[in-house]
């Protein structure tokens, strides 16, 4: 199987993490038993928590950290550069030198539906929804569930209530 997967050894896994194959990791940290699916990126200095699930094709960048107990659904998007240029003004292709990690926070038990994107400077609170699709542009509220283009606010869930339609 070793030769689907790039682990650098740099990373650190804890006990019990469940990759599959097609990954690519290097310079991250992932919690005890927390499983990543196929075909999913995680960039050096992102950190993900304990009892996480990360679905297939996504992709964390540097400045990601995810609590514990998040699902983060097929095909999630983290951007951790408001404003992305490829050249300096003189023409040069920018290195890190020219740009900071701009962070991403995703609380405990947060869920992040797939084909959603998260832009840089948010934090997801305890709990919250984030709808399949969304982008989120702005803090989410714990226990809030958000959706849409940009990702706007539908209703709170109790803290200790099971989320129905």
Not at 62 to 73: A, L
Not at 82 to 98: C, I, K, V
Not at 122 to 133: D, H, K, S, Y
Request: aromatic residues 6%.
């Amino acid at each position: 199987m070793s030769e689907y997967v790039c682990i650098a050894p740099d990373v650190k896994l804890g006990e019990g993490v469940k990759l599959s194959r097609f990954i690519n990791l290097y310079g991250c940290e992932i919690g005890d038993h927390t499983k990543i699916g196929a075909f999913v990126e995680i960039q050096k200095n992102a950190k993900i928590g304990k009892n996480c699930k990360i679905s297939s094709h996504t992709f964390i960048c540097e400045g990601v950290t995810i609590e514990d107990n998040v699902f983060v659904g097929h095909g999630v998007t983290f951007i951790n550069d408001s404003y992305p240029r490829a050249t300096n003004p003189d023409g040069a292709l920018q290195t890190e030198e020219d740009w900071r990690v701009e962070p991403t926070t995703v609380k405990k038990g947060a869920s992040i539906g797939s084909g959603a994107t998260i832009l840089a400077n948010v934090t997801i609170g305890e709990r919250a929804l984030v709808g399949a699709g969304s982008v989120v542009t702005r803090d989410v509220p714990a226990n809030a569930i958000v959706a849409g283009t940009a990702a706007r606010l539908l209703r709170l869930v109790a803290e200790d209530a099971e989320v129905t339609q």
